[in-house]
């Protein structure tokens, strides 16, 4: 948790994750939904975050269809940014519209702490890219948009996310990732390829850093981080694991809520309060509390 008064890196959001992608290996980006959840990935030892679209939209009881806006995910990405302090990913859709929308989205994203945003080829009513019937603007509208995200940003890296692969196959979604290269994108994310050697023959096509999603449930076979890696990737994102697994873990407790009358069963399973406490820096905020009342001293009049 960062708090008001305490050192941390100055260098903007999008330096340092442009920097993360310069080291070698790949870069993991687990999902985060909150803040809280944001924390518990940091102090896991994750050095950056990926905020999705899908699971915003689902924590606010809603499909991941385009429903939200710029501001909907500006309160999360506050959230993220000011709890961890860890360069985000954020999903920005289909960009909120056209160039120009695209270009305030990219100041709004800036502005709450984003890192970089993730722009993708589809058409509003958009859909979960593992879903099937997605239907894609042209490569020209994309590129459009990509290019406004470019002139707008200060230091927000643009990744351009094409779905093409479903619909119209590999070559072409290669070929719209050359053309938003061409645009200004720093990374491309090329969606539901489905099998390894799709993987692989389009990271060898690309040669900008890529970004794999393994969503779990999806077309994605079951990959890991280090085969990706070989593959030629340099960003993996788990984008709603996080959600599905608090999910699944607040229905048991409701199951048990509802059987017994009471939380006892589940109490095993639960963070403590001091574990609660010690996440989130109760001290730590009660520390500074008690710093600042103690050094504010009234001054003594010259009369």
Known sequence: MYLVGEDCDQAPPGERLRALWARPGILWMPGAHNGICAIQARDAGMQSLYLSGAAMSASMGLPDLGILTIEDVCFFIRQLWRASGLPILVDGDTGYGEALNVMHMVRCFEEAGAAAVQIEDQMLPKKCGHLNDKHLVSPQDMAAKVAAAR????????????????????????????????????????????????????????????????????????????????????????????????????EKLFEILRRDGSTLAAQPDMQTRAELYATIGLARFEALDSKIVSTVLPTESGG
């Open 151 to 250: 002139m707008a940003r200060r230091h927000l890296q643009i990744v351009a996310r094409t779905d093409a692969f479903a619909s119209e196959g590999l070559e072409a979604a290669v070929a719209r990732a050359r053309l938003y290269v061409e645009a200004g994108a720093d990374a491309i994310f090329p969606e539901a390829l489905g099998t390894r050697e799709a993987f692989r023959a389009f990271a060898a096509a690309i040669d900008v850093p890529l970004l794999a999603n393994m969503t779990e449930f999806g077309r994605t076979p079951d990959i890991t981080a280090a085969e990706f890696e070989e593959m030629g990737y340099k960003m993996v994102i788990w984008p709603v694991s996080t959600l599905r697994m608090a999910n699944k873990a607040q």
